[in-house]
């Protein structure tokens, strides 16, 4: 790093000069979180420039460094991170960030084209990739800037697309007519691409065999040498063997020296820079200027990028690796990688969710909003029975986003339907309680593969039905697809039997059975995966179901019952009964031929079903069993030394995501008193920065909350709030729609309301602390204990909080929503529920109940061999 500031780098900057090398200029900062901090930036890089080309009138021109092949080029060069320019940056709202991108570039541009400057657009990670690329080629086709030759852009030869990349660029430039630079690097993303592609189940989009990086950059820099009056070449390497064979291509080529540029890092590999300078070559030291705390990740990338075992600089300067190894033709005996990700035999993996920065898969996903949107209105029957009921009540669903537009209607079951349908369950539970583990396995993977089949118009509905956007839908169905096959592998296992005991003369085996009517109640938020997850887990397990959705939801679990019919469930296995919960839930619950109830839903309604279950009726097999998953009133405590860059994303989210309507949401951070008024500042503004619109535009971060009622309830308690509390800060959003704002309130007293009662909605109550001792008693002080976490950098706070935090699931340094299923088994306890975690290895097992059977093998004396 330079320096923290320009004023202090441009000494470092001029001894460059004087040592015959030129610069890019590159500022570090935090990430850019708000539009404050985004437009702060912007105006960071002109301040930059302004001081940079005030300075530059002194400078001596020096003919190697200030001219090219084609004449002269600027002194001033600087490199601008598209990402720190607009904080709501996606791929997945790629229009929306196109524009917005574009119009803080355009000043910069602006007045770099009128100075004589170069701004070169670095490249960040893949998932910004294409939509850094397209930026770049519109801003720079715009008649104010088409002309101009002094502006870059990075291609990352690490990518498996980078050389269709420069194909396209060539193309592009050829059209543009005037040339512009291309700066090839190989990448410095790999361990994030790798570890994020693999973690999403995605494609790899790096090479992982360092030979074909290398060789891909070899093949991109000819390619682009190819079309040099197109295209500068900037050669970004500090490795000598790809720079000397890019020189000799030049050369063959018949180029001038001046007609490429190499570039290397400032700090590094000055050996190698000395004797390029002295061979005639224009070197450009990539120099940041930003203080060294939020600078760190730059300079760990860079620490991780030169001490890898195959970094050329280490083995050059500090392995001893002779030449001839070093300077092999990379392209020689390559062995290619596979860019699927990598998998383990036995382990379970995660459908993986839509990768939005591909083009196709947001033009489905409209395709699919657009073919859902086209069934709006239609009515759905009950199913009991494999038969199709209809009650004449109807509920009419309305879009949460446009509360004019009915989704849908389904007809409504009374307690006459729900006792058919408990009937239904119990004939159907004696023939299917019979059919093998492996058949019933076989079912509900069926089913995971009808959902993954229509997994976009699933999600399209759920946009419309629930108000989830994009990502939080497609989330939820996949979650779905997980719990199916999660839960199918799960009973294969335990439908072995497991020998017990060791004695010789005796067989004790340990084996599981249904247990009867499984009456499923769930809730809206999570509209299919938790549906699915209850109903898959009870019909695996040889239980049949009476399925009593959300009323809120009931549309989405209709698909679900179609699917189960399409994969080939038996008449009677599940049912459909959509209905009031205060009406044939309640009814259910308290009927005797039901043998499970499996609820997930608000403590209120939870310990009220625990209580009337628990009430033995006549003609009752056993009492019931209940798997009751409740609310809960989750914290995110920030430590004094937490990474806020991370920590006030990860609230954001966890606050915010689908609205705050996720029993795992954060509705508490608790912030240490050292770290509070920045953490506020930041909280407030990034907060302002996201876009609250309807859940069908893909830029909006938050969507509407569910229902009218949802709306009324939460809008009541913020009232409540501001009698107790200051509100910090509360948003805007659409006019019509049944819209909550995202709220913030600080200073919270943690025995409020607000510090103690779920809200379910966007509602963020910020507590201060003292100490972690004090962050860690409050979080425990509420009647909950489902999620929470913790962000630090501290290991010994982070072990107190691993210890002493008492909920289900706790996240340390991420965000504290998003359980995935085998990857983090979810549920809680204190008032947050009774019942084993979903997605876990003793989740199914409540669905049956064990037996052992235990044979005297001993006749007269003699046993069987233990193996037979
Ligand atoms: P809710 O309790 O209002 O409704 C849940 C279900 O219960 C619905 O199907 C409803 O019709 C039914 N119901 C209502 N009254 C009933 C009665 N008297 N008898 C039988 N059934 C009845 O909850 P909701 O608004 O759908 O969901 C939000 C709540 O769910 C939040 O509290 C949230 O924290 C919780 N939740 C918890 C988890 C978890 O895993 N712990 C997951 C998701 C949601």
Known sequence: ?????????????????????????????????????????????????????????????????????????????????????????????????????????????????????????????????????????????????KDYRHWGIVIQAYLRDSY?????????????????????????????????????????????????????????????????????????????????????????????????????????????????????????????????????????????????????????????????TLLKNPGENLTESSPLPPTKPGQFYNAPLLDFTKKENRKNFENALEAVRATFGQTRPLVINGK?????????????????????????????????????????????????????????EKLAQLIERDRLELAALEVYESGKPWVEADGDI???????????????????????????????????????????????????????GMVSAAVVTGNTVVMKPAEQSSLIAYELMRLFKEAGCPDGVVNYLPGLGEEVGEYCTGHALVDTVTFTGSKAVGLHILEKAGKVMGGQVHP?????????????????????????????????????????????????????????DRLIESTRSIYVGFSEDPKSYMGPVVDREAHTRILSMIEKGRQESQLLYQGDVPPEGHFVPPTIFGDVDPKSSLGQDEIFGPVLAVIRAQTIDHAIEIANGTEYGLTGGAYSRSPMNIEKVKNELDVGNLYINRSITGAMVERHPFGGFKMSGVGEKTGGPDYIKQFMHAKVVTENTLRRGFAPSEES
């Open 478 to 532: 996949t979650e779905a697809i997980d719990f199916c096959r999660y839960y199918a592998r799960d009973m294969r296992k335990l439908a072995q039997r497991q020998r017990v005991g060791g004695v010789s003369g005796e067989v004790s085996l340990y084996q599981y059975i249904p247990r009867g009517v499984t009456l499923v109640i769930a809730p809206w938020n999570f509209p299919l995966a938790i549906l699915t």
């Open 388 to 444: 199709e009921i209809t009650t004449g009540q109807i509920l009419e669903r309305e879009n949460p986003s446009h509360p004019q537009e009915i989704v849908g209607k389904v007809h409504l079951a009374s307690n006459i339907e729900a006792e058919q349908a408990i009937k239904a369950a119990h004939v159907a539970f004696a023939s299917w309680k019979k059919e093998p583990a492996e058949k019933r396995a076989e079912l509900i």
């Open 164 to 324: 269709d990349d420069i194909t396209d660029l060539v193309q592009f430039a050829k059209e543009r007519g005037t040339p512009f630079t291309v700066r090839l690097v190989k990448g410095a993303y790999w361990d994030y691409e790798t570890i994020h592609s693999d973690q999403q189940r995605w494609e790899v989009p790096v090479y992982t065999n360092k030979a074909e990086s290398d060789w891909n950059f070899e093949c991109c820099a000819r390619l682009i040498l190819d079309h040099h009056q197109n295209i500068k070449l900037a050669l970004g390497s500090h490795n000598v063997r790809s720079i000397s064979a890019t020189m000799i291509y030049a050369e063959a080529l018949g180029l001038p020296k001046a007609a490429l540029e190499i570039q290397m890092l400032y700090g590094m590999a000055d050996p190698i820079k000395k004797t390029l300078v002295n061979e005639g070559y224009r070197v450009r030291e990539y120099a940041t200027v930003g203080e060294l705390i939020p600078g760190m990740a730059y300079l760990v990338r860079r620490l991780l990028e030169n001490t890898s075992n195959e970094s050329f600089l280490r083995s050059k300067f500090s392995d001893g690796v002779d030449s001839m």
């Open 1 to 145: 790093i330079t320096g923290e500031t320009p004023k202090e780098a441009l000494p470092v900057l001029k001894k460059a000069r004087k040592n015959h090398l030129t610069f890019t200029v590159d500022l570090l900062g935090e990430t850019t979180l708000s539009e404050k901090e985004a437009l702060e930036y912007q105006n960071r890089y002109l301040e930059l420039m302004q001081w940079l080309l005030k300075d530059s009138a002194k400078w001596d021109d020096s003919p190697l460094l200030d001219t090219d092949d084609l004449g002269p080029i600027p002194k001033v060069n600087v490199s601008v991170k598209a990402s720190a320019l607009y904080s709501q940056m996606s791929a997945k709202a790629w229009e929306n960030s196109l524009a917005e991108v574009k119009t803080r570039l355009r000043p910069i541009f602006q007045f770099a084209k009128e100075n004589f400057i170069f701004i070169n657009i670095d490249m960040e990670s893949f998932d910004h990739k294409d939509l850094t690329l397209q930026i770049f080629k519109e801003l720079i086709s715009e008649p104010d800037f």
């Open 624 to 680: 019931k069993k209940c798997i009751i998953e409740m609310g809960g009133k989750n914290a995110l405590i920030i430590d004094s030394d937490a990474d806020l860059d991370e920590a006030v994303a990860g609230v954001i989210y966890s606050a915010f995501g689908f609205q705050g309507q996720k029993c795992s949401a954060c509705s508490r951070a608790i912030v240490l008193d050292e770290i509070y008024d920045r953490f506020i």
